[in-house]
């Protein structure tokens, strides 16, 4: 029989968000799957972390020479005048995030690389989301002096990513009709709940 695997400690001991551990045979690896508003950062070489997107964007950064990396899923770009600014559903806080997590880690910010998917046109109602998305992330990225390696956004298909924080590898899969019918029903829901409802669980940003 294989050896139990032993977890290392997250960086710095900040918790993940949104997300769901287990472990996958097949891969041999714990997958970490986030949904919207999550964020994991991790260094240990037998994770990898996962996502579905629609309209939303994961944000994908490491550091090649530290060997560390995270993710986030994100669904609108800010908050405009909503009053849940600091909610990592916004990618303004997500990335805010997910880079403070990493220097913490690191410190050193010259190092990060970004990798990006998501931003489809998966919901009539809500069209100019993902374009919204995408748009935001490739400019916040460029701002922070943060160079993207690589993209795979836009279209009309949900994507689902894997991502492997420590090495930077990344693999993308597209989605057929019928998920990504529920892809689109989840999002235009969620659209709903933040327009109605507050969201609970600030996130604290260092």
């Not at 997107?53 to 986030?72: E, Q, T």
């Not at 998966?122 to 992330?137: K, P």
Request: some cysteine; proline content about 6%; hydrophobic content about 40%.
């Amino acid at each position: 029989m294989p050896p139990m695997m032993q977890r290392r400690p997250r960086p710095h001991g900040e918790p993940d968000t949104a997300a769901n551990r287990y472990h996958d045979t097949a891969l041999g690896a714990e997958v970490v799957s986030i949904v919207v508003g999550g964020c994991v950062v991790s260094d240990d070489p037998r994770v990898v972390i996962t996502t579905t997107l629609g309209s939303c964007v994961a944000a994908c950064l490491f550091d090649p020479v530290a060997g560390i990396g995270g993710m986030n899923h994100f669904l609108l770009p800010d908050s405009g005048d909503d009053r849940l600014s600091a909610s990592a559903r916004y990618g303004s806080a997500a990335m805010e995030q997910l880079i403070n997590r990493l220097l913490a880690a690191t410190g050193r910010r010259d190092r990060l690389r970004a990798k990006v998917f998501g931003g489809a046109r998966v919901n009539s109602l809500q069209s100019s989301i993902g374009e919204r998305n995408v748009e935001f992330v490739m400019s916040y990225l460029a701002h922070e002096g943060i160079p993207t390696m690589s993209w795979d956004v836009g279209g009309a298909s949900a994507r689902a990513v894997r991502f492997y924080p420590t090495t930077g590898r990344s693999q993308r899969r597209l989605i057929g009709d019928e998920p990504l019918d529920h892809i689109a029903r989840t999002e235009a829901r969620f659209m709903e709940r933040l327009r109605t409802n507050p969201i609970d669980g600030d996130i604290e940003l260092f």
